[in-house]
């Protein structure tokens, strides 16, 4: 059993070449378990999240990846990971499963989202808003720390970050730094 509150809320210094490793595996096996289940088909996108997918930024040692699926494939695909590789799935909303995996010592979180979900897009807009933005990129990391010591529960955690999200989806609608061929979300959920 993998529980996404199993493990301690501890950020490591950044190891963004190692993590991106990491990313290009479990995509890899993520394509392969999907391709032989005849779903590749219903896959978007997969795209590497979170803090392991910003450079020079700390994280927890999980990385996270979404993958976009139409929106009526969100049961099967997430079906498929957990049986085919491993895991705890959980079905959060229709349109948000995360599968939480570990392969062989390692950490993965594998958001399976409908392609019109706004989950992955704040994903997206968070991950390329704090590369493009140094001065971001160093409050997050000051705000996840801050919490990571106040908290040792990952909710109290996530929703921590909460209005740092908004305002960095804020940043996205108004700097033409960053650009998206979505709507970026109006609100974090």
Do not use: C, Q
């Amino acid at each position: 059993m993998v529980s996404p509150n199993e493990d301690p809320i501890e950020l490591v210094p950044s190891r963004h070449d190692a993590w991106r490793e990491r990313f290009d595996a479990e995509r890899e096996r993520v394509t392969d378990a999907l391709r032989d289940a005849t779903l590749e088909s219903a896959v978007d996108r997969i795209e590497h999240v979170g803090s392991t997918a910003v450079p020079g930024l700390a994280a927890k040692d999980i990385v996270d990846l979404d993958i976009v699926v139409a929106d009526d494939a969100v049961d099967a695909v997430s079906r498929t990971l957990e049986s085919e590789l491993g895991g705890d799935r959980h079905e959060n909303s229709d349109e948000w499963h995360p599968v939480f995996r570990r392969e062989n010592v390692r950490r993965f979180n594998d958001h399976v989202f409908a392609a019109s979900s706004d989950g992955w897009k704040i994903s997206v807009v968070t991950r390329d808003v704090l590369v493009k933005h140094s001065e971001l990129r160093a409050e997050y990391e000051t705000l996840k720390r801050d919490l990571a010591a106040e908290h040792d529960d990952l909710v109290a955690y996530s929703t921590g970050k909460t209005a740092f999200v908004e305002r960095v989806l804020e940043v996205a609608r108004t700097d033409d730094a960053v650009s998206f061929e979505f709507s970026v979300p109006t609100d974090h959920r």
